[in-house]
């Protein structure tokens, strides 16, 4: 008897669910096929800004960090476009590879970090792609090393990137002068972009 009370307490329970579901379907079916892609479109869109706040974000801390991580008095690490020209300053939004671009794609966002190598006002551009995976954030450095930022970005994991992106700029210029100094700088450097701005 309790085996035949618990199938019918069931059986009521599959009913009622089957109830409400095709009630949903039926709420569903009377939406227009433009409100069905409307709502997908703002699904799309909520999720795009939100990848994009995220990443910029996670720019910043960098950008900002790095300049501290340097130990230069003067301010040496500035957020630039990942191509083209660019000056000494912080270029906000329009440092971003989703710059421009009418409507936000869902996609990883590149941006560059313009950093001073000398006194004398050269800048090395280092361009980072960012790409959310969940609840992180993962940093490819020029195509190379890759962090995994847990969100949010905790100091010891930030201070690894900067680490990272230091040595990354001081070999750039080591690996070159011992090449040269043991005769093998023949090679052909892709992605070389170093540029003198004037004061």
């Known amino acids: 008897m309790a085996h035949s009370k618990t199938s019918g307490k069931k059986s009521g329970k599959t009913h009622s669910k089957k109830k409400a579901h095709s009630k949903k379907a039926s709420l569903k079916n009377k939406q227009s096929r433009f409100q069905i892609v409307s709502e997908a479109a703002n699904a799309y869109g909520e999720r795009s800004f939100d990848n994009y706040a995220q990443i910029r974000s996670v720019a910043e801390q960098i950008q900002a960090g790095l300049c501290a991580y340097m130990g230069d008095k003067n301010k040496c690490v500035f957020l630039v476009p990942p191509q083209g020209p660019f000056i000494e300053k912080n270029y906000g939004s329009a440092a971003f590879s989703v710059s421009g671009k009418g409507f936000l794609p869902l996609e990883p966002i590149s941006f560059g970090l313009g950093v001073r190598v000398s006194e004398t006002g050269d800048f090395l551009r280092i361009v980072l792609q960012c790409r959310k ?67």
């Open 133 to 199: 995976e969940g609840d992180r954030i993962d940093v490819q450095v020029e195509h190379n090393q890759t962090y995994e930022l847990s969100l949010p970005v905790k100091q010891a994991a930030l201070n690894m990137v900067l680490e990272g992106l230091y040595l990354h700029v001081l070999r750039w210029f080591t690996d070159r002068v011992e090449r040269y100094d043991f005769g093998n700088y023949g090679t052909t450097d892709i992605g070389f972009d170093i540029l003198r701005i004037d004061q």
